[in-house]
Structure formats: structure tokens, C-alpha cells
């Protein structure tokens, strides 16, 4: 069953502390994203990868940092340098010469 | 990237009534896509418009992309209660293909 993985789906962490969130794909696509959606908003692009081992600051990329070891994972870290992290976080994958993307489930980070 | 405007922010409306909601960008678009997202959910691929006048049918729903390639719009005929969500547009562009979304229209049906 291929798809996008997300966890945990709801997060807690207190202020200060660094954060990272999971994403993984078995559907073998190139492409990787990373967005914020804050309540009654659209998606805002935080990082994206088109290949391993490369990737791509987004429209918001302060504070965060990703890595992009395999294929099919791309963790994203909420670092204590992004000024307000909570936030709906999700990722999604595409497949080279497709613009379909596919979305994960999302993760809710509160931080406190 | 390229900007997008999409209005109305809010739509309630009584089942079985239309439901309309638009994509404007000053400038000329390559193409157009749009996602539903469920609440609590994820944004799901509805579709994508890349010629200039297209008009694609889903069932109830009626995708158009203007004339100039600047406009789009999403309208679904005799609403039910699960076209609840919020309705984005989306422009994917830039080296890396990456999507700017507009800030969607979130969509109440009352029964």
C-alpha cells in the first residue's frame, strides 16, 4: 500500500527546544516538500528536494532545516530559531515529470 | 513565485445549492491546479488546467482556466455535505516546480 507517512500526528514541545518531524514515502518519487498551513491560510513552501542529498529553501525556510539522506525520507527540524513554530506541518512527494503532488497526513506541532 | 488570489475566504451555503470559487493572478499563468482539503485533512489533487479557455468536468464539479490564462475557477452544481472542505488553487512554477498555493475557500454545506 504506497503512500506518505507522517508521525507523530500531534506534537508537543516547549519553547527552546529543537523539533523533528518525520516524512517517508514508498511511492518512489524524486521530489520532496515541506509546508506550513496556519489556521483559515493556504500552504507555505518551507524546503524541497528534487534529488538525494540536494535540496532547496523554500518561501520560509528560517528556522527549520531538513536533510535528505534517502530516497524516501525527508525529516524536517523545527529549530529555536523560528519565532512561531506551532503550526500544521506537511509534506508531500511528486514524481519526476508529474506535477501531481501528494500530500502526507500532516503533522500538528503545538509548542508551548 | 507567482501570486495568487482566491475569494471568497468563506462559503456557507444550503445543500443542493451551487458553490463557486475563484482564482485571480496579475499576471499570465502556465498552469493551474486545484486540491480539497477535508477538515482535519490533507490537500488532495483534483486537478490540473494548462490551456488557455479549458474547461474540465469532474461530476459536479466544473473546472475553467480563462481566456488569458490569469483566472480559474472551481464551481460544483446541487452541493452535498461531502463537499465540505477548503478549495485551493495552486501555480506550480520555478526551477524546482514547487506549487504556490492561494489562501483557499473554505466551504460549510448546511442540510
Known amino acids: 500500500d504506497g503512500g506518505i507517512t507522517q508521525s507523530p500526528k500531534y506534537l508537543f514541545r516547549k519553547e527552546g527546544q529543537n523539533v523533528t518531524l518525520s516524512c517517508e514515502q514508498n511511492?518512489?518519487?524524486?521530489?520532496m516538500y515541506w509546508y506550513r498551513q496556519d489556521p483559515g491560510q493556504g500552504l507555505r513552501l518551507i524546503y524541497y528536494?528534487?534529488?538525494?542529498?540536494?535540496?532547496q529553501k523554500g518561501d520560509i525556510a528560517e528556522g527549520y532545516s531538513v536533510s535528505r539522506e534517502k530516497k524516501e525520507s525527508f525529516p524536517l527540524t523545527v529549530t529555536s530559531a523560528q519565532k512561531n513554530p506551532t503550526a500544521f506541518y506537511l509534506c508531500a512527494s511528486s514524481k519526476q515529470g508529474y506535477n501531481e503532488q501528494f500530500f502526507g497526513p500532516g503533522t500538528r506541532l503545538t509548542v508551548l | 513565485g507567482q501570486q495568487v488570489m482566491q475569494i471568497p475566504q468563506y462559503q456557507h451555503v444550503q445543500e443542493g445549492e451551487d458553490f463557486t470559487t475563484y482564482c485571480n493572478s496579475s499576471t499570465t499563468l502556465s498552469n493551474i491546479q486545484w486540491y480539497k482539503q477535508r477538515p482535519g485533512g490533507h490537500p488532495v489533487f483534483l486537478i490540473q488546467l494548462v490551456k488557455s479557455g479549458e474547461v474540465k468536468k469532474q461530476k459536479r464539479l466544473t473546472f475553467q482556466f480563462g481566456e488569458a490564462k490569469k483566472n480559474s475557477s472551481l464551481h460544483i452544481t446541487a452541493t452535498q455535505t461531502t463537499d465540505v472542505g477548503t478549495y485551493f488553487c495552486a501555480v506550480l512554477g520555478g526551477s524546482a516546480r514547487q506549487l504556490t498555493f492561494g489562501s483557499g475557500t473554505q466551504l460549510t454545506v448546511l442540510p
Open positions: 511511492l518512489n518519487h524524486d521530489a
Open positions: 528536494s528534487q534529488i538525494v542529498n540536494d535540496f
